[in-house]
């Protein structure tokens, strides 16, 4: 069978639509096959809003790429002519010693990156959205705001078509089978031929990357919309992104009224509740609300008021809690982007040249050490 293909991108959910756009930007001839459709509701990657903020608390070795993905944030905003990234600033919650809001201040200083402490007065009269216990400080990320995923993915898969590669929607890929000159996938109604094949399959990547079953764990993410008591104090001018510490009751996150829908809250990880790809999401159940309704009540009592709506999404975590994209081992012309453990969707605008350089050029000038399959497994998994 001939190469069809220079590269074919399975998965055209945030990364892998990212990397088709980058693949089709440089020339190269590629093909997208998405099971479903851009963005849906069992993806990883809907729901109005994703926080980006560059003062990583998680590791400052992720800061040079993300300085980057703002740089690609921008310039994609900038060939659509669309609202992708907006800065609010990021406020960090918390104790002083928690990892929040040292790990970010580490991360500032160890970067040069601005940012500014604040005290629970401070912080009271300028953000007056949030209750603060005694002794709670607010680090304020300034670069920090929020991406909006479905509009960023249309805006890739439409840049990709206009760059030449091909879309197929609602076609499953089954298997796919690598050798040496390349990878035959064979999906729901067709097969294809490509010199390499990225999978970016998102919460299903162990169906085509079996070795990854014991290690990329999806779970049950649930985030719920409130409308603001006071519109005022919940406009995104004066309330800022956030990200709380809340010590053995883990860590929330939430977005000001950027939409009709109001203020948007989850805590990350929510219960870390498995769940099966293949099967819908279980619904949004009394415990799930009773947690959110109870964050808000008490953390946001004025942004918040009743709950508009509430929905489920999935994390695909890793051990680590980091990300895995890379050749896989033994395999060079396949490429795996995975397991974005619940913070990747901020670093889609890098993690799409990344996936494009390991795809095309077999290696990527980035720093991606942090995301090998070397450091997460150190060869020992295939
Ligand atoms: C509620 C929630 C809040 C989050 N908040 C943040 C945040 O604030 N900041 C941040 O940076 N990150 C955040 N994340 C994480 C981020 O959204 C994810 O890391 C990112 O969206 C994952 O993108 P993906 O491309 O890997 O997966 P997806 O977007 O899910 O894409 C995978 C795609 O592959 C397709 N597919 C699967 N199997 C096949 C197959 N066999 N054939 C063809 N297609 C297939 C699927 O249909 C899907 O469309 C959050 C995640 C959730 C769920």
Request: hydrophobic fraction near 30%.
């Given at each position: 069978m001939s190469v069809e293909f220079d590269v074919a991108v399975i998965g055209l959910g945030a990364m892998g639509s990212a990397a088709l756009s980058s693949a089709a930007a440089r020339g190269a001839k590629a093909i997208g096959i998405e099971a479903h459709f851009p963005a849906h509701a069992l993806s990883s990657s809907h729901g109005d809003s994703r926080l980006i903020r560059l003062g990583y608390f998680e590791d400052p070795s992720y800061v040079p790429l993300l300085k980057r993905a703002y740089e690609n944030w921008r310039s994609l905003a900038a060939r659509l002519r669309a609202e992708i990234l907006t800065v609010t600033g990021v406020l960090q919650i918390g104790a002083p010693e928690s990892k929040i809001v040292s790990g970010t201040r580490a991360s500032c200083e160890m970067h040069g990156l601005p940012h500014e402490l604040l005290d629970k007065g401070a912080m009271k009269r300028r953000f007056p959205a949030f209750e603060l216990e005694d002794g709670e400080v607010g680090l304020l990320d300034p670069q920090g705001g929020y991406v909006r995923p479905e509009a960023a993915i249309m805006g890739y898969l439409k840049l990709a078509a206009e760059d030449g590669a091909a879309l197929h929607f609602g076609e499953r890929v089954v298997a796919i089978e690598p050798d040496d000159a390349g990878v035959t996938i064979v999906s729901t109604t067709g097969r294809y031929r490509a010199r390499k094949v990225i999978v970016a399959t998102g919460a299903w990547i162990a169906e085509l990357v079996p070795q990854l079953r014991p290690h990329a764990q999806p779970i049950r993410q649930v985030v719920a919309w409130y409308q603001p008591r006071d519109g005022f104090v919940a406009e995104p001018q004066r309330m800022p992104c956030f990200l709380r510490d809340e010590g053995a009751n883990g860590s929330f996150f939430g977005f000001p009224a950027i939409g009709i829908d109001g203020v948007k809250v989850g805590r990350h990880a929510h219960f870390r509740e498995p769940i099966?790809?293949?099967?819908?999401?279980?619904a949004v159940n009394d415990t799930d609300t009773a947690l959110l309704d109870g964050f808000v009540a008490k953390r946001l009592p004025d942004a918040a008021s009743f709950r508009v709506r509430a929905t489920t999404c999935r994390y695909t975590m890793l051990p680590s809690e980091d990300f895995l994209i890379d050749t896989l081992p033994g395999q060079p012309n396949v490429v795996v982007s995975s397991a974005c453990s619940g913070h990747g969707f901020k670093f889609t605008s890098i993690v799409g040249e990344i996936l494009a350089d390991l795809a095309?050029?077999?290696?990527?000038?980035?720093?991606?050490d942090l995301f090998s399959f070397e450091k997460h497994f150190g060869g020992r998994m295939i």
């Open positions: 099966d790809p293949e099967a819908p999401n279980p095309l050029q077999g290696a990527s000038a980035l720093p991606t």
